[in-house]
């Protein structure tokens, strides 16, 4: 049974630090990219950071510099620690997961960023 497990979201302040993390099970396909998205209340579903098996990251504009998505192959887990946050960040969170046939969503998990 496939399973994308996040965890980490909740409430936090402006300029707060929160790290997210996703974890992959169940999957027998190789593990291409992993990333979040995430979805603010009435706006579509964006990118926030991806990542390849490599390593090779990849960031929405308006996170860099703050986020740093950093990944575990072994443990099929990627960790999004997220730094200086802003209320324009509350949103849910959603861990992608994508192999050569197919992607994986979780069920997301909210970041609430109070002003």
């Known amino acids: 049974q496939v399973r994308v497990v996040e965890s980490g979201g909740g409430l936090v302040q402006a300029g707060g630090s929160l790290t997210l993390s996703c974890a992959a099970s169940?999957?027998?396909?190789?593990?291409?990219?992993m990333g979040w998205y995430r979805q603010a209340p009435g706006k579509q579903r964006e990118l926030v950071a991806t990542?390849?098996?490599?390593?090779?990251?990849n960031y929405a504009d308006s996170v860099k510099g703050r986020f740093t998505l950093s990944r575990d192959n072994a443990k099929n887990t990627v960790y999004l620690q997220m730094s200086g946050l802003k209320p324009e960040d509350t949103a849910v969170y959603y861990c992608?997961?994508?192999?050569?046939?197919?992607?994986?969503w979780g069920q997301g998990t909210q970041v609430t960023v109070s002003s």
């Open positions: 992608n997961v994508i192999t050569r046939r197919t992607d994986y």
């Open positions: 990542i390849t098996r490599p390593a090779n990251t």
């Open positions: 169940g999957i027998i396909a190789i593990i291409n990219t």
